[in-house]
């Protein structure tokens, strides 16, 4: 219940009751109802200045733990970075160097993998910090593309660890009959005295002194190309393909126990000493040809031999001496 005002009325003496206008209820009505208005304004301002509210402060916790997770994802990009960049050193300075391959050329591991227009959309996008994340993306680009480059550099590096194993198995590495003490070896690789034609004639190989009967071992694995049986030249003899460009010759023999297109490894036994053919005693004439060309086989006598033994067969096969056979065909 409203309170009844009255006021003093000097002219009449008596006090008269306030009358109150309906326009003067509706403009107190107004203004109190702005000033409400007004303060709750400020206070909302004012909250929202100086306190979080509980959504607000949940994104700004999401946001710091995005930020470390963030610092964390860079921190192990930069670890994978640096291993590749030990593993490429490795690469490169021992493993390409071993089996003689050049290194991979800094701008091939370096090569880029896109560029900024893979990523157009998302720089287009309303995406707060776009620019982190397509940096974050780059990065991953250029680790994916050093990891990519380096295993088809270790796929190259295995090929050519078993193409270096074939190529060892593939070189004449042995001599071609069991000879400890060295004494076997009668007349080497050069220019030496013709047997029969009593003149000094090219010696394409190296002569074995053995008796007959003795094994001849194949030196390298190969496929045997000829075997063939002849009363003149080499007589009974057998030719190997070992691939890489080696080919070896084995002469005079009594006979063979191998066959055109057979496959042998090194030391099976593919024949015995004879004298068959142009020769003058029983011994093995044995060659070594590399791309077609005939060079001197104590060179290749390194893997049954030490370095003294080694140095002994060489000088053996210098001495001019006469050959055991004489042969035109080869």
């Known amino acids: 219940m409203s309170k009844i005002k009255y006021y003093y009325d000097t002219e009449t003496c008596k006090y008269e009751r306030v009358k109150v206008k309906k326009s003067d209820i509706i403009i107190n009505a107004l203004g109190f109802t702005s000033l409400a208005v007004v303060l709750a304004i400020g206070i909302i301002v004012v909250l929202s200045r100086y306190f979080e509210s509980p ?13 470390l997770y963030y610092d964390l994802m860079q921190e192990q990009l ?25 290194p991979i050329a800094s701008t091939v591991r370096e090569a880029g993998s896109g560029g900024v227009l893979k990523y157009r959309n998302l720089l287009e996008s309303d995406l707060d910090n776009k620019d982190l994340v ?8 250029r680790v994916k593309k050093k990891m990519y480059i380096q295993t088809k550099s270790y796929d190259e590096i295995l090929d050519l660890a ?22 076997r070896l009668s007349s080497g690789f050069g220019r030496r005295m013709d047997p029969i034609l009593k003149v000094r004639k090219m010696h394409y190989g190296t002569d074995f002194s053995a008796e007959r009967g003795t094994p001849i071992y194949a030196t390298a694995d190969g496929t045997v190309s000829r075997t063939r ?12 393909d070992h691939g890489f460009g080696f080919e070896t010759l084995y002469g005079h023999m009594v006979r063979y126990i191998v066959k055109k297109g057979q496959k042998v490894k090194r030391g099976d036994i593919i024949g015995y000493v004879g004298n068959s053919g142009k020769s003058t005693a029983p011994h093995l004439h044995y060659e070594v040809h590399v791309n077609g060309k005939a060079v001197n086989p104590v060179y290749y006598f390194y893997k049954d031999l030490d370095a003294n033994e080694f140095e002994e067969i060489l000088r053996l096969s210098s001495i001019e001496n006469q050959s055991l056979g004489s042969y035109s065909n080869r």
Do not use: C, W
């Open 134 to 141: 397509v940096g974050t993306l780059e990065r991953i680009d």
């Open 229 to 240: 049986k002849d009363l003149t030249g080499l007589g009974n003899h057998v030719k190997i």
């Open 162 to 183: 078993r193409n270096k194993e074939a190529y060892y198995a593939a070189m004449p590495a042995i001599q071609p009959v069991s000879n400890e003490e060295l004494r």
């Open 55 to 67: 959504k607000e402060m949940a994104l700004i916790k999401e946001n710091e733990e995005l930020k």
């Open 78 to 102: 930069t670890g994978m970075d640096n291993m590749l960049g030990v593993l490429q050193e490795k690469d490169d300075h021992v493993y390409r160097t071993v089996f003689e391959a050049e």
